[in-house]
Antibody, heavy 123, light 108 residues
Framework: QITLKESGPTLVKPTQTLTLTCTFS??????????VGWIRQPPGKALEWLAL???????RYSPSLKSRLTITKDTSKNQVVLTMTNMDPVDTATYYC???????????????WGQGTLVTVSS | QSALTQPASVSGSPGQSITISCTGT?????????VSWYQQHPGKAPKLMIY???KRPSGVSNRFSGSKSGNTASLTISGLQAEDEADYYC????????FGTGTKVTVL
């Protein structure tokens, strides 16, 4: 059974850096074709893709947020970490991590997803 | 890149069929048969319903089907049921991943 779970602070102040951890089980991020992505959803709004990291350490970022995002993996711990700098109230959202299976990098789909973690940005 | 365009809402009566559109451009939806569709119930994480345009994951009802014509992908739900009431999102590749604006499906 594949599971993913997000963890991190529920409240951050404006200008601070957010660090989120996705801890997973049931698959290995050293297996060819495997990736883990981050997606967020502001309250009442649509999903927004943020970043992806693949088994070979190839990384992808949302063009609009690229300057603020860093994604890394720790294969031995079965974890993927996302950092987002210079947080703003508009970054308040539920942040999800998800498994991407693909035969060609960039061309995969997200399944399954973690339960999500709500991050509020407020002073 | 811009979000893919979906209708804000679609409704139907139990047993009917409804179709949700996902409109992109020749650079994303039109170029690749890579659209995936996700169902999200209130307060829950999204669930994969369709991948690579028309493929159904194991466990997803065959009442859900996907297709594409030109720059528009579509998700059709046949035999609409109360449990299908949820938000639906499409996702495609456009140089990077991009989601749709989301559609709220209401079962009348």
């Amino acid at each position: 059974q594949i599971t993913l779970k997000e963890s991190g602070p529920t409240l951050v102040k404006p200008t601070q850096t957010l660090t989120l951890t996705c801890t997973f089980s049931g698959f290995s991020l050293s297996t060819s074709g495997v990736g883990v992505g981050w997606i967020r959803q502001p309250p009442g709004k649509a999903l927004e893709w943020l970043a992806l990291i693949y088994w070979d350490d190839d990384k992808r970022y949302s063009p609009s947020l690229k300057s603020r995002l860093t994604i890394t993996k720790d294969t031995s711990k079965n974890q993927v970490v996302l950092t987002m700098t210079n947080m703003d109230p508009v970054d308040t959202a539920t942040y999800y991590c998800a498994l991407e299976m693909t035969t060609v990098t960039d061309f995969g789909w997200f399944d399954p997803w973690g339960q999500g973690t709500l991050v509020t940005v407020s002073s | 890149q811009s979000a893919l365009t979906q209708p804000a809402s679609v409704s139907g009566s139990p047993g009917q069929s409804i179709t949700i559109s996902c409109t992109g451009t020749s650079s994303d939806v039109g170029s690749y048969n890579l659209v995936s569709w996700y169902q999200q119930h209130p307060g829950k994480a999204p669930k994969l319903m369709i991948y690579e345009g028309s493929k159904r994951p194991s466990g997803v009802s065959n009442r859900f089907s996907g297709s594409k014509s030109g720059n528009t992908a579509s998700l059709t739900i046949s035999g609409l049921q109360a449990e299908d009431e949820a938000d639906y999102y499409c996702c495609s590749y456009a140089g990077s991943k991009v989601f749709g604006t989301g559609t709220k499906v209401t079962v009348l």
